[in-house]
């Protein structure tokens, strides 16, 4: 397991590994991850990126660490998990895991009798992300999802694990970020299992559309590499970033099965009422009008023509008071 094998390497080195587990649920998956174990002693961050399968920035910058980071630099250890969900990035699935159906990051911190996502959950959990002091989870909107890039934690009443999960998020030089309320138990991702486990916790969401491009790659690389030198891994200055905070204000979801036309734009502004898309059958003729609930910024929307009851379509955010 990788917080074992970073205590028996020695300091200032790296190892690549291959997570296998035992349920016979897993018996095929093998999930590439390198632990880097610092010079000096410092926390311990668990980078995992993967958990949707068509969100590609995320990994290609927590491969890019494992390779770049000099172990010698290092004061601390971290294990990084570029792609989680094997199955669902190999069968370059949108949203859910192809094994059962299941989004992997609404069932953590999982369930070793479950189904396949909830077993793979509870042992990625209890391996990776419970032992650390902090955990960065690093996603995209997915292949039918635009969104604006943005880092988010929770405002947890635990001082150092609520000072730790925001010093992280402002590392991130993104243009937004997001202080969520405390995560409910019945909130199951990853992040959110994560801090009511101790374990300071960061969401970062860069790029979309299924697409990886090198802005997007190099924006998560950069920010993981302030995130070290925020919480002390790395002794070098941490480089003064100016996120907005920002803060969720109202979604808007399918009425029924259609196909939806947005009719809006990235970070575009509306007022209370505007139209923002609709949706039609397959003739054409229009069978919902959306229009937007609140004045605000469209901070993600759904790209895709086919789309279900129920699914989100439109996100609108605004800056927040403090
Ligand atoms: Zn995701």
């Known amino acids: 397991m990788p917080w074992e094998l970073v205590n028996s390497i020695d300091p200032g080195t790296s190892e690549r590994t291959v997570l296998r587990f035992p349920d016979s649920a897993l018996q095929d998956i093998e999930i590439p991850c390198v632990v880097v174990r610092g010079a000096g002693d410092g926390p311990k961050l668990a980078v995992v990126a993967g958990v949707h399968g068509g969100e590609y920035p995320g990994p290609a910058a927590a491969i890019r660490l494992s390779r770049e980071i000099d172990p010698a ?84 009443l635990d001082d150092t694990l609520r000072t730790r999960s925001e010093s992280i998020a402002w590392a991130f030089d993104l243009p937004s970020i997001c202080k969520y309320p405390a995560p409910p138990v019945d909130n199951e991702c990853l992040t959110a299992a994560a801090v009511r486990a101790g374990v300071a916790s960061v969401l970062v969401e860069v790029g979309g559309n299924g697409l990886l491009n090198t802005e997007d790659e190099n924006a998560v690389f950069d920010g993981l590499i302030n995130s070290l030198r925020a919480i002390g891994c790395l002794d070098e200055p941490v480089q003064p970033t100016s996120p907005v905070r920002f803060e969720p204000v109202a979604g808007v979801d399918a ?32 069978l919902s009008e959306f229009t937007a609930p609140e004045d605000g910024q469209v901070v993600f929307f759904m790209t895709c023509l086919p789309v279900q009851s129920g699914d989100f379509l439109v996100a609108l955010g605004r800056p927040a008071d403090s």
């Open 73 to 156: 630099a290092l004061s601390g250890s971290i294990v990084i998990v570029p792609v989680v969900n094997q199955t669902a990035f190999w069968g370059r699935t949108a949203f859910v895991t192809p094994d059962d159906g299941k989004n992997l990051n609404r069932v953590f911190p999982g369930n070793p009798d479950g189904s396949f996502s909830e077993v793979l959950a509870c042992r990625l959990f209890d391996a990776v992300v419970r032992p650390a002091d902090a955990l960065i989870d690093l996603h995209s909107g997915d292949i039918f999802e635009s969104l604006s890039p943005f880092s988010g934690f929770y405002d947890v």
């Open 255 to 286: 009425d029924k099965d259609g196909l939806w036309r947005p009719e809006v734009s990235l970070d575009q502004q509306v007022r209370a009422g505007d139209r923002i898309g609709v949706l039609t059958d397959q003739f054409g003729d229009v």
